[in-house]
């Protein structure tokens, strides 16, 4: 990113950042916001990302300053992809790491032959609930504040779409995968529903988006990295 003056960002700017691990997206948001500010003497600026990495993901945020930020929902449509691990034989409630195992299943069943098998059924227009733990909101209140306190949830299915799903390795009880799907995926629900369609079950062990449309992560920096070219 070539350095810009304080009106290229008061004017718009669109940010490339490598989200680092146990990073919330706000406080990436933050990071960006309070360099800009420091560097140009700001009391204000508008600042706000383009699609929410969870804590234990990295990869690929967009970050809108300035005018930008109006154009913040026709970045979030944009195709996504991501590269990650799915680990077979146990579940956790929130689908990742964030929570334990609270499940174990067996795995001497599953081979390559029907993992690549499965991966067929997650192809095209599918339904997939949101984990409880999500920060999707129900009558005002996050998914994941109710789930903290133990409360029942429904949660209706929504369509969202993988257009494509490619199995990079496997080594089990693990496999490497490379998903591009639409707005509004959750790649944790996949892994859970890919457990169950192996009559096992599954968790999100990793995971790092790569691409947010055209836009790579090869092209990103990370939140210091933006804050040392804004102190030159």
Same mark, same amino acid.
């Given at each position: 990113?070539? !350095?810009?003056?304080? &009106?290229?960002?008061?004017?718009?700017?669109?940010?490339?950042?490598?989200?680092? !691990?146990?990073?919330?997206?706000?406080? /990436?948001?933050?990071?960006?916001?309070?360099?800009?500010?420091?560097?140009?003497?700001?009391?204000?600026?508008?600042?706000?990302?383009?699609?929410?990495?969870?804590?234990?993901?990295?990869?690929?945020? !967009? +970050?809108?300053?300035?005018?930008?930020?109006?154009?913040?929902?026709?970045?979030?449509?944009?195709?996504?992809?991501?590269?990650?691990? +799915?680990?077979?034989?146990?579940?956790?409630?929130?689908?990742?790491?964030?929570?334990?195992?609270?499940? &174990?299943?067996?795995?001497?069943?599953?081979?390559?032959?029907? +993992?690549?098998?499965?991966?067929?059924?997650?192809?095209?227009?599918?339904?997939?609930?949101?984990?409880?733990?999500?920060?999707?909101?129900?009558?005002?209140?996050?998914?994941?504040?109710?789930?903290?306190?133990?409360?029942?949830?429904?949660?209706?299915?929504? +369509?969202? &779409?993988?257009?494509?799903? &490619?199995?990079?390795?496997?080594? !089990?009880?693990?496999?490497?995968?490379?998903?591009?799907?639409?707005?509004?995926?959750?790649?944790?629900?996949? /892994?859970?529903?890919?457990?169950? /369609?192996?009559?096992?079950?599954?968790?999100?062990? /990793?995971?790092?988006?790569?691409?947010?449309?055209?836009?790579?992560?090869?092209?990103?920096?990370?939140?210091?990295?933006?804050?040392?070219?804004?102190?030159?």
């Amino acid at each position: 990113m070539v !350095l810009k003056t304080k &009106e290229d960002f008061l004017e718009g700017q669109l940010i490339l950042i490598d989200k680092p !691990l146990n990073w919330s997206s706000f406080q /990436a948001v933050n990071a960006v916001k309070w360099s800009i500010r420091k560097r140009f003497q700001l009391k204000k600026i508008k600042v706000g990302h383009a699609g929410t990495l969870d804590p234990l993901a990295t990869g690929l945020l !967009l +970050i809108c300053a300035g005018k930008f930020t109006k154009r913040i929902s026709e970045f979030q449509g944009m195709p996504k992809e991501y590269e990650g691990t +799915i680990s077979l034989g146990s579940s956790t409630p929130s689908y990742d790491l964030e929570t334990a195992v609270d499940h &174990e299943y067996p795995t001497d069943h599953i081979t390559h032959e029907l +993992i690549h098998k499965t991966r067929a059924l997650f192809l095209g227009k599918i339904a997939q609930k949101p984990p409880v733990f999500s920060a999707l909101k129900k009558d005002g209140k996050r998914m994941y504040e109710y789930a903290r306190e133990g409360k029942d949830l429904e949660i209706k299915d929504r +369509i969202v &779409e993988i257009l494509e799903f &490619e199995i990079l390795e496997i080594n !089990l009880p693990e496999f490497r995968f490379r998903i591009q799907c639409s707005k509004g995926t959750y790649i944790r629900s996949i /892994a859970h529903d890919f457990g169950k /369609a192996l009559d096992s079950g599954a968790h999100l062990s /990793a995971l790092r988006r790569t691409k947010i449309g055209d836009y790579n992560v090869n092209n990103a920096m990370t939140p210091e990295v933006f804050k040392e070219m804004m102190s030159v």
